[in-house]
DNA sequence: TAGAGGGGTGGAGTTACTCAAGGTCAAGTC
DNA sequence: GACTTGACCTTGAGTAACTCCACCCCTCTA
């Protein structure tokens, strides 16, 4: 499987799976005699986790010492609590995005306030009184 | 208000105002006769919420064009448009941490499964079969 | 008066890409 | 057979958003 491939079925782009391998994250990926990179099923397996990890922002460093423990099949404890980690992680990300919904949510309603009336038609706004609660809104 | 504060209440850090103020998100921040700046509770909200925006990935020059625009009162469609816009990208965040979640909850079953027999028991592994299936497992 | 604490500036360092320049090679076209 | 095209290669520079550091000033307390 080529690169252009790879790219493809993991959802990475060509430039960050050469930066990933140069980043020592995929060691020792194949070469056809054109020089260019085979990936393995196995590879493509690995391209697809980074994925999902860095999608949810797992730093490279942590990624990379599971990448390394897994070579090691006496480390089951250590690469369980990096994913456990990053499990808890994920539920700190969870409350950002609801906290920031919360906020989107409510100065999406505010700026529906100021054009529509209280029938739900829509309505120019014309005259804008100085109300400086409004005002300023940010 | 001082930066120490602002920082205390936004939840961002000392460096990170003084960056938002240099990249002009935060413009005329006050001085008092010291040269330190202080911050009005306006200064404080706009810190809060660009906190909120940041914790969820939106790029400092969409922030940057949001706070533009809320000098001019006539711009409540754009930046309408632009709160739904990250609205969206919530959403999408939110099935990446998903996706993820499976991802994770999948492998730690997986390393349960490795240390724990069929009744609950952990179960010391000493040896450890050659299963190509789970020795590589990543 | 010495030192600690909090503020200021300018600039370098970091992370994780992303892009551009220039080079090789195989396949298809004239 | 020359040529173009397209996919790949490497190297190195650029970017976003911080983060850290060195060094300076001021004020307050021991």
Redesign the pocket.
Known sequence: M????AAAQSGL????I???E?AGLLPRVE?G?????VFSPRDLRWLRM?ERL?AT?????VIQTYVELSRNPDSNEERRAILEAHRLELDHQQAQINACRALLDEKIRHYDSLTTDHNGRMQKTIQRPNHPQTADHQ
């Open positions: 080529k690169i252009s491939e782009s060509i430039d960050t050469r930066f990933y140069r070469r005699q054109d020089g260019h990179r980074f860095r922002h797992m730093p490279l460093k």
